[in-house]
């Protein structure tokens, strides 16, 4: 079992930046990607990036793409979220999963554990 707990959400201006965390704890050993997602109201939840087991290759949605950073502190087993120039399209609450898979998986399918969620508000 894996415990993911995100935190740093909040209200933000457009323009802004917030930097979201996922710490995570128990049988962090057998992490392989870990991935960020987020839900809208009334929509279904989406994805936004991942990052693969060493750190050292990273995906994103086309719609986050140069404005978004995913990284992770192994040693502090932790996954953060680095979002600029953020648009009131991209409030959400945001998810952190972790996968098995030692790729760069982008379904939702392929994570096994998953966060509570923390609230991203983007005023205009």
């Known amino acids: 079992q894996v415990q993911l707990v995100e935190s740093g959400g909040g209200l933000v201006q457009a323009g802004g930046s917030l930097r979201l965390s996922c710490a995570a704890s128990g049988r962090t050993s057998s992490s392989g990607a870990m991935g960020w997602f987020r839900q809208a109201p009334g929509k279904e939840r989406e994805f936004v990036a991942t990052?693969?087991?060493?750190?050292?290759?990273?995906v994103y949605a086309d719609s986050v793409s140069g404005r978004f950073t995913i990284s992770r502190d192994s040693t502090k087993n932790t996954v953060y979220l680095r979002m600029n120039n953020l648009k009131p399209d991209d409030t959400a609450v945001y998810y952190c999963?972790?996968?098995?898979?030692?790729?760069?998986?982008?379904?939702?399918?392929?994570?096994?554990?998953w966060g509570q969620g923390t609230q991203v508000t983007v005023s205009s």
């Open positions: 990052i693969n087991y060493n750190g050292l290759s990273t």
């Open positions: 999963a972790a996968s098995a898979d030692y790729g760069l998986p982008r379904s939702l399918a392929a994570y096994d554990y």
